[in-house]
């Protein structure tokens, strides 16, 4: 399938990227600069330099694909991006499939594919971006990932530390975050363009939802000194990363991510959630 990706050189997008190689697929990555673009052919993809906000730009290339992955998702971007694809898209047969995340269900011990969006103030402007997307004639699906670790980055990273110091929890450290391994979440961006038909969001967790303590402990199993960990007040916690950030790292979050299992046969793996082996 002839892909157009977007974000191919972020966390998300460049695992994407290597689960679309492998799979076959030829790819077209829009980049920022030739930089970027550089890394995406050494890759093995095709790269064009572009706006994500130029329409103009943006029309022959999504007309050429056959399938369109957004992992660029962003409140610069999206206004702009999100009606271009789908005005484009409306008579083809061509899959979008757009990004939103876990976040956007707020506080809910049991998200679902039709759990109601309460998000916190940093992604509340998805709602409507994920409305058009889902209201549109165009064949969509949204993947809304759960917390990403692994690879190289992801926000578990927080909690890591370096051994030899205490470690601030978020919060008290019993809110739990509902996790998926970015080589898995690559996948399942896969199954969905391939398989297509969900109008709506797939939920993209891994079906571990342990508390923030537990995912900072996890780095020193086996170890006999751990470092101290640090519970905050939700205002300390707030003063150090930030009110946005802090209020959705704040939230009470799980999910089992049992839809992806049925309807496109993901079978997420188990990992170290503050490392890079898979288990």
């Known amino acids: 399938m002839k892909v157009f990706l977007t974000g191919a050189t972020g966390y998300i997008g460049s695992a994407v990227l290597r689960a679309l190689l492998a799979n076959g697929h030829v ?6 600069n030739e930089e970027k673009a550089a890394t995406v052919r050494e ?11 130029d329409r103009a730009a943006l029309a022959p290339l999504l007309r050429q694909a056959e399938g369109v992955i957004h992992t660029a998702s962003g409140p610069e971007v999206d206004p702009v991006f999100v009606p271009a694809v789908l005005n484009e898209l409306v008579h083809s047969p061509t ?23 309460n998000p916190p103030e940093i992604v509340s402007w998805r709602v409507a971006i994920d409305r058009q997307v889902i209201n549109s004639n165009v064949n969509t699906a949204i993947v809304a990932p759960a917390v990403v670790y692994g690879g190289r980055g992801g926000l578990t990273q927080l909690l890591a530390g370096d051994g030899s110091a205490p470690i601030p929890l978020v919060g008290d450290g019993t809110q739990r975050w509902t996790l998926v ?28 939802n342990p508390t923030v303590r537990e995912i900072a402990a996890s780095a020193y199993r086996g170890i ?9 007040t939700a205002d300390e916690t707030r003063a150090r990363l930030g009110s946005d950030l802090a209020g959705a790292l704040l939230q009470d979050q799980a999910a089992t ?11 997420p793996t188990p990992a170290d959630w503050l490392g890079t082996d898979r288990s």
């Open 27 to 32: 790819v077209t990555a829009a980049v920022r």
């Open 43 to 53: 890759a093995g993809a095709k790269a064009v330099v572009v706006d994500l906000r």
């Open 95 to 117: 899959q979008f499939v757009h990004t939103s995340g876990i976040w956007l269900f707020g506080d809910n011990p049991a998200i679902t594919e039709e759990s109601e969006p």
């Open 181 to 208: 391994h970015v080589d898995d979440l690559a996948d399942l961006y896969v199954r969905v363009l391939e398989k297509g038909a969900a109008v709506g969001y797939v939920i993209a967790a891994g079906g571990e």
């Open 224 to 232: 006999e000194e751990m470092p101290e960990l640090v519970e905050e």
């Open 257 to 267: 991510g049992r839809y992806a299992r049925e309807a496109y046969g993901w079978v």
